[in-house]
């Protein structure tokens, strides 16, 4: 079973080819992030977007409002929810929400995941998009215009403390408007060690257009405090962020840098009901 679903991952990237891409990147996850953008290894609502299995182990029903301010800018603002449910047996189901824009452009994205464990070591993910673009005076290259797109993802669990995991967005090649644009297309592959609860190390790689991105982080707990770094490559990014428990409140804040523009900032709110 795990081969196959790796072969099916392998075959989904080499029909991705490559093409221009429309659509900016959504994803949120703070500690994610804060991580380096090494998502796709992690667990909870706050990945989903980045890997569509990471739910397939939540046990309650769980909430999770974030944003972003790239480059320290309101104008460039990102806002999303996220929701997951319990279903019967061993599938689960989540709801995301994005917004990212103004008056004069927005770009919206509602995804529904429904992920689930194959076995006792392994789960699988997959999760309908909906993108939609508005340009308030309609003139642009391809106006208003809405499209659908997949995006899928698995995580297995190899002994007891090491993570194999890999997903893959929009492997068929979804487009936008009537220029025909294809949306964001990217395929994430990595490792994930955790020696001790709480203590992980994330070694990932990207896929996209342009090339292959490198990712690297740490998560270390400190008494109320998990404290989290991390690198990527293309351009090279360092980032950092905290992420503690207020009340039943998991409270995230991430930082990431730029080579030439200010610092991004990113925050999160997560509850358990």
């Known amino acids: 079973m795990r081969i196959k679903i790796t072969v099916f991952f392998l075959i989904l990237l080499a029909m991705a080819g490559q093409a221009t891409a429309a659509f900016e990147e959504l994803e949120i996850g703070v500690a994610a992030q804060a991580m380096g953008g090494t998502g796709v290894v992690l667990f909870g609502t706050g990945s989903v977007l980045f890997n569509p299995a990471s739910i397939a182990s939540a046990e309650t029903i769980t909430a999770t409002f974030s944003g972003r301010l790239p480059f320290s800018n309101m104008d460039f603002g990102t806002y999303g929810a996220d929701g997951t449910l319990p279903l019967t047996g061993r599938w689960k189901a989540g709801l995301s929400l994005r917004y990212f824009g103004g008056e004069l452009y927005n770009e919206q994205m509602a995804a529904v995941t429904f992920a689930g464990m194959l076995t006792d070591d392994m789960s699988f993910g997959i999760q309908p998009v909906i993108c939609r673009a508005e340009i308030a005076d309609g003139v642009s290259e391809y106006g208003s215009a809405t499209a659908f797109a997949v995006n899928a993802g698995f995580q297995v669990r190899m002994y007891d403390r090491w993570l194999l995991a890999a997903s893959i967005r929009n492997p068929f090649q979804a487009r936008i408007g009537e220029s025909g644009e294809y949306l964001k297309r990217r395929m994430d592959a990595g490792l ?19 090339g292959t991105r490198v990712h690297v982080g740490q998560a270390l707990p400190l008494g109320p405090l998990t404290v989290m770094a991390g690198v990527q490559s293309g351009p090279v990014t360092i980032s950092g962020g905290l992420e503690t428990s207020v009340s039943g409140i998991l409270l995230d804040y991430a930082v990431i840098t730029h080579p030439q523009l200010d610092l991004t900032h990113q925050f999160g709110v997560t509850y358990d009901f």
């Open 192 to 210: 994930r060690y955790e020696p001790s609860g709480g203590m992980i190390s994330a070694l990932t790689f990207s896929r996209e257009l342009d």
